[in-house]
């Protein structure tokens, strides 16, 4: 075995080495461009009507064409970028309201605790889409952003409850107390010695909830919640299923945008058990 | 500089709502001195890790106080410059993540941030040789690539590199091996008459005799007994004492088959007294229970 650098480097010289890290690599940045590079590749407007209705994949028309004659092409490279967008805001928020109060609670306990907890438990009973259809039917705001800021703010509650729980139990090991010892501060205890021990079950939450915020966001644009303009993978799934693609044998229609939720929070997940044996000295060696 | 406890008493809040109360240390008082070793004596939940802990103000206690030099002790980096603590398990004392020598990273980015690279790579050459390790073999190594006396002595060498007067060593020796143990136990010692105070937590009373000048006996929270090492371990006055002293087993003897002769122990729960039997010899009496006479 050769040299193994130290220091940042060292990071990045097992990250290259990481076949899951590059295989989730490998698959996510070609979706990041395709989605960045929305309107040089696909034009204008991804709901005009351009071509033959219902027409399968073709040379011209790569993912063929909805019931409508609109590229199904333009609309998930569109769809890709605004389902990125929520992806991240969305799920993005959520991770940061649910680590700051997960790691509040878990590591201050007592009252704090007490009092986090029960506002973590209404939020978690709170019934999310009667609240969405409500302030909706009153703000009458439809954009993603707004979307991505709702969802972040609904769906925080159980990433909370675990990072506390992992928390609780870290907080009382002994480098931590070591970490006192020698003078560091509460949050630098938090962010430089608990939050890298968990650091991979960090980003799995992460994941999770940029998966979950798209798929929620799919499912608010089906009942008529989502933009009222643009595209997203999920309008396009709810779409294909609301004209029956199915039953017409249009499979070009609902199995690219499938296929794209599933390749981007697989190659997520991938990407997060490569990250863990990277950042892990332990799975290092195996 | 003189480490004190004054009264020391920890009770913790335990059942449905906090309802019941659990004294873990019970009025605890002693004090340490520079080049001194004491031994905190005593079995599982007799509160001497919780004491430990205390002293070193990761737990503040319920009344009493502590205090360095007459100043009374906050946890902060004025205090833990000259008291510091090694704990029992050295594996959990290591971030598992990160290469064991953060340890030492720590202490120069809090205490010494100042100091040139090259000035404080000697002090830590100096400290890792005071603990007896070699700097090529732990440096720049993952926890779990070195052995739990490595790991022990490392953070023996971190607190080194403080201006370090008192260590609270809490049942430093139990999760090593029997020849790596004495290495620590003579570093203790060596540590010990360059002018360090030790605070020396243990359950193991040979240990406790090896190595310390006083011992002090708690036994559930209350020091039962406490003097000069001699006189407890070589008269012992509580039954409580006598007890222990009665149940180590003995290299040169073996069970017989018989039940071992220990006696029983009757320890009122009524209020008692710290009594000096003889000069720094102090021994809890309480009226009725406790009979035998000083021999």
């Not at chain 1, 705001?141 to 769906?155: D, E, H």
């Not at chain 2, 100042?114 to 830590?124: D, K």
């Amino acid at each position: 075995m050769t040299a193994v650098p130290t220091g940042r480097n060292e990071a990045l010289y097992f990250a290259l080495r990481n076949g899951k890290l590059l295989a989730g690599l490998v698959v996510l940045v070609p979706l990041l461009v395709l989605a960045a590079a929305a309107p040089l590749i696909a034009g204008g407007d991804p709901n005009a009507y351009v071509a033959t209705p219902a027409s399968p994949p073709s040379a011209e028309r790569w993912f063929g064409t909805t019931m409508f004659g609109q590229d199904i092409f333009a609309q998930f490279v569109y769809g890709l970028r605004v389902t990125f967008v929520v992806g991240v805001l969305g799920g993005g928020l959520a991770a940061i309201i649910g680590m700051a109060i997960g790691f509040t609670a878990g590591y201050r306990g007592g009252l704090v605790d007490e009092v986090l907890n029960m506002l973590t438990n209404i939020v978690l009973v709170l019934p999310a889409l009667a609240v969405l259809l409500i302030v909706n039917a009153y703000l009458g705001v439809r954009s993603v952003g707004v979307q991505a800021l709702f969802i972040g703010l609904t769906s925080w509650p159980w990433a909370a409850r675990a990072i506390r729980a992992q928390t609780f139990s870290l907080r009382s090991r002994d480098f931590v107390d070591l970490a006192k010892l020698s003078g560091v501060r509460t949050w630098k205890i938090i962010t430089r010695e608990i939050a890298p021990n968990m650091s991979s079950y960090l980003f799995m939450t992460f994941i999770l909830l940029f998966g979950g915020s798209i798929l929620i966001a799919a499912s608010l644009d089906f009942i008529g919640l989502g933009p009222s303009e643009g595209v997203s993978l999920g309008l396009m799934l709810n779409n294909a299923a609301r004209w029956s693609a199915l039953h017409l044998g249009m499979w070009w229609w609902f199995i690219p945008p499938g296929a794209g939720i599933t390749a981007i929070v697989g190659a997520l997940y991938v990407m997060n058990v490569g990250l863990d044996e990277v950042f892990n000295p332990k799975l290092r060696e195996l | 500089m003189m480490l004190s406890l004054e009264g020391v008493t920890k009770t913790y809040r335990v059942g449905a709502f906090g309802t019941a109360t659990l004294t873990a240390v019970d009025d605890v008082s002693l004090d340490l001195v520079p080049g001194e070793v004491v031994s905190l004596i005593g079995e599982s939940g007799s509160g001497k890790t919780t004491l430990g802990r205390t002293v070193l103000g990761l737990l503040t206690p319920t009344r009493g106080r502590i205090t360095l030099d007459g100043a009374p002790a906050r946890p902060g980096k004025a205090y833990y410059r000259h008291v510091q603590g090694v704990f029992q398990d050295p594996f959990s004392c290591y971030n598992p993540v990160f290469k064991a020598d953060r340890v030492i990273k720590m202490i120069k980015d809090e205490y010494f941030p100042g100091v040139a690279a090259s000035e404080w790579e000697g002090r830590i050459e100096k400290s890792l040789k005071d603990v007896g390790l070699d700097p090529g073999q732990v440096l720049g190594r993952y926890p779990h690539q070195l052995s739990g006396g490595q790991l022990q002595r490392l953070l023996i060498a971190r607190a080194l590199l403080l201006d370090l007067r008192y260590l609270v060593a809490d049942e430093i020796t139990s999760m090593l091996d029997a020849s790596t143990r004495i290495d620590v136990l003579n570093l203790l010692a060596d540590l010990k008459s360059r002018g360090l105070g030790v605070l020396f937590v243990t359950h193991d009373l040979s240990l406790g005799n090896y190595i310390s000048e006083r011992a002090v006996v708690l036994y559930r929270g209350q020091v039962v007994e406490s003097g000069p090492t001699a006189a407890v371990f070589g008269n012992p006055l509580h039954p409580y004492t006598i007890k222990l002293l009665s149940s180590v087993p003995r290299l040169t003897a073996r069970w017989d088959g018989g039940d071992p002769a220990v006696p029983a122990v009757e320890v009122s729960a009524g209020p008692s007294t710290l009594v000096e039997e003889e000069p720094g010899h102090l021994v809890r009496r309480s009226g009725t229970t406790l009979t035998r006479s000083v021999s």
